[in-house]
């Protein structure tokens, strides 16, 4: 990777299925906060062989979309799209940080 761009891209897209949601919540400054599982399954290609991948992925929504998730069901099938970050400062577990959703299962969000 040569340019420095490259070297700093941190943008994820994931379909799943939601799986577990906690309440809707704000933090003292009024942002609204989501917390959530999604379930990921599929198969793809690594080193010309075929591999299925079965994962849950804790996902973060805040803002705006945080309302708009909490509309959604639990068994709903999503595609998320954001970014990869710390749960808390100092820790090494991820959390996805969803920027945008959309759910195929309803016609509008």
Known sequence: MGSEAATTANRVELSGVLVEREALRYTPAGVAMLNARL??????????HPRQLEFEVAVR????????????????????????????????????????????????N
């Open 39 to 48: 379930s990921h399954g599929s198969e793809v290609r690594e080193a010309g």
């Open 61 to 108: 929504f805040a803002g705006s979309i945080a309302a708009r998730a909490d509309r959604l069901a639990l068994g709903e099938q999503v595609l998320v799209t954001g970014f990869l970050a710390p749960r808390r400062r100092q820790s090494k577990s991820l959390v996805l940080h969803v920027t945008d959703f959309a759910s195929p299962d309803r016609s509008t």
